[in-house]
């Protein structure tokens, strides 16, 4: 067996601050740790590393980028089928499976970052950008919101049952390589990564870009 280095440090410490904020915003959201201020906070750094993440996919590490991990429909009903006859090869990266998963949750992210942006309970919390469209868009965003954190934590509780059944079913350990970036391989195996300084570029144009749709809703705000 070799070790074979799989995930870049962006992509871990993405993955894992990702799963921080959303567990922040809801504590924030229904158990009151937090004043709602950060809450609005905690989404927009949000928005901002989705949008990394899904840059980071297209011109980031081989193993990161969508045309390594996301196959088509036939590629995914035979591992499906592979999997129930517990014959399916394992993957380096992510399963055909898994590809999809990512894409979810990072559309589900997306959709739960923008609709709060535009969201507002009619009393005290008003989205930035909630002055700058209709009260019936706002409705529907708020509505889209509410909805939309159901189907999150729905993608999120699949997710770690995937995550623990590789564990307890196929001795597949996802969650140390997803901290370390290591994993190990029948062959050796050498990767192809990004530079750091591109992913420090790109999380910076993903920011300035949030920040920059924030400013510009808060400043419309309080024109109104």
């Given at each position: 067996m070799h070790r074979v280095k799989v995930w870049d440090l962006p992509t871990r410490l993405t993955h894992w601050a990702l799963a921080a904020l959303v567990l922040l915003q809801y504590g924030t959201?229904?158990?009151?740790?937090l004043s709602m201020d950060w809450h609005f906070r905690f989404g927009y750094a949000t928005l901002a590393l989705v949008l990394f993440r899904v840059a980071w996919g297209f011109a980031g590490s081989?193993?990161?980028?969508?045309?390594?991990?996301v196959r088509g429909p036939a590629r995914v009903a035979a591992y499906l089928r592979a999997t129930l006859a517990r014959r399916e090869a394992r993957t380096l990266g992510h399963n055909p499976l898994g590809g999809w998963s990512v894409l979810a949750l990072l559309l589900?992210?997306?959709v739960q970052g923008v609709s709060g942006l535009f969201g507002s309970d009619?009393?005290?919390l008003f989205g930035p950008l909630s002055s700058r469209v209709s009260d019936g868009a706002v409705a529907l965003m708020t509505a889209l919101h509410k909805f939309n954190r159901v189907v999150l934590l729905a993608?999120?509780?699949?997710?770690?049952?995937?995550?623990?059944a590789h564990l307890a079913f196929k001795r597949d350990n996802l969650i140390a390589p997803m901290l370390h970036g290591w994993k190990r391989w029948p062959a050796a195996v050498a990767l192809r990564f990004a530079p750091g300084w591109r992913a420090w570029l790109l999380l910076a144009i993903a920011a300035a870009l949030v920040w920059g749709v924030v400013a510009w809703g808060e400043a419309g705000g309080a024109a109104y």
């Amino acid at each position: 067996m070799h070790r074979v280095k799989v995930w870049d440090l962006p992509t871990r410490l993405t993955h894992w601050a990702l799963a921080a904020l959303v567990l922040l915003q809801y504590g924030t959201a229904e158990w009151h740790w937090l004043s709602m201020d950060w809450h609005f906070r905690f989404g927009y750094a949000t928005l901002a590393l989705v949008l990394f993440r899904v840059a980071w996919g297209f011109a980031g590490s081989r193993s990161s980028r969508f045309a390594d991990f996301v196959r088509g429909p036939a590629r995914v009903a035979a591992y499906l089928r592979a999997t129930l006859a517990r014959r399916e090869a394992r993957t380096l990266g992510h399963n055909p499976l898994g590809g999809w998963s990512v894409l979810a949750l990072l559309l589900c992210l997306a959709v739960q970052g923008v609709s709060g942006l535009f969201g507002s309970d009619d009393i005290t919390l008003f989205g930035p950008l909630s002055s700058r469209v209709s009260d019936g868009a706002v409705a529907l965003m708020t509505a889209l919101h509410k909805f939309n954190r159901v189907v999150l934590l729905a993608l999120v509780a699949l997710h770690l049952v995937a995550v623990f059944a590789h564990l307890a079913f196929k001795r597949d350990n996802l969650i140390a390589p997803m901290l370390h970036g290591w994993k190990r391989w029948p062959a050796a195996v050498a990767l192809r990564f990004a530079p750091g300084w591109r992913a420090w570029l790109l999380l910076a144009i993903a920011a300035a870009l949030v920040w920059g749709v924030v400013a510009w809703g808060e400043a419309g705000g309080a024109a109104y």
